[in-house]
């Protein structure tokens, strides 16, 4: 598990970095407030993890490698970790990454755990879609949503068939949940002036 975890870092850093790098050309700016990657990526791993603990352990190795490298690039690129921003971040990986990574994996089984995790997962992505639609203006938002409404059926498809009416039925719930989380976060992060939802 400890050598997965290490291989997980690995990657989460090399997305990390690359996000940072890739974030001043158009059309990749959006990346870095972009979620699409992190429940999509988190949730995946959680699924293909062996256990549980290996879920959660994964997923925020996942993640966690993600902010290091994207604040370490920063600051290398301009020796400034902007404030406490990444601090911030680090803790939401370090919560975040279990929990999608857990979601992940019960989407494997046909029970309403499941279901409700599926939902949860595609309510995140969906959401962040409905933000991204109304909170940028940029020409290459569209296919950021995209990518995010391609990210929510995957997920709900990655549930045994029988399981997948309730997953639906929840995602009204779901979708809530998603729009106060991404309400919720630029008011904590940026003091309200990103608000997505005017």
């Not at 019960?106 to 959401?127: E, K, Y």
């Not at 498809?157 to 929840?170: D, F, I, Y």
């Not at 009204?172 to 729009?179: D, I, K, N, Q, S």
Request: include cysteine; charged fraction near 10%.
């Amino acid at each position: 598990m400890i050598r997965r975890a290490g291989v997980f870092l690995a990657l989460g850093a090399l997305s990390g970095a690359m996000t940072e790098l890739a974030i001043f050309h158009r059309p990749f700016h959006l990346l870095a407030v972009f979620a699409g990657v992190w429940v999509v990526g988190a949730g995946w791993i959680g699924r293909r993890a062996d256990s549980p603990k290996a879920a959660a352990v994964h997923a925020s190795a996942f993640l966690t490698g993600m902010v290091c490298a994207f604040y370490l690039t920063v600051l290398a690129l301009a020796s400034d970790l902007r404030g406490t921003l990444w601090l911030f971040w680090l803790a939401i990986a370090l919560t975040g990454g279990p929990l999608l990574g857990l979601a992940g994996r019960l989407t494997r089984s046909a029970n309403v755990q499941g279901s409700l995790a599926a939902a949860g997962l595609a309510g995140l992505l969906i959401a962040e879609a409905v933000r991204l639609q109304l909170g940028y203006s940029t020409h290459y938002r569209l296919a950021y949503v995209l990518f995010n409404l391609a990210g929510a059926v995957l997920v709900l498809g990655w549930l045994p068939r029988g399981a997948r009416r309730t997953a639906v039925a929840a995602l009204v719930p779901a979708l809530a949940a998603g729009v106060v989380l991404f309400t919720v976060i630029p008011v904590l992060v940026y003091g309200g002036s990103h608000l997505p939802f005017r």
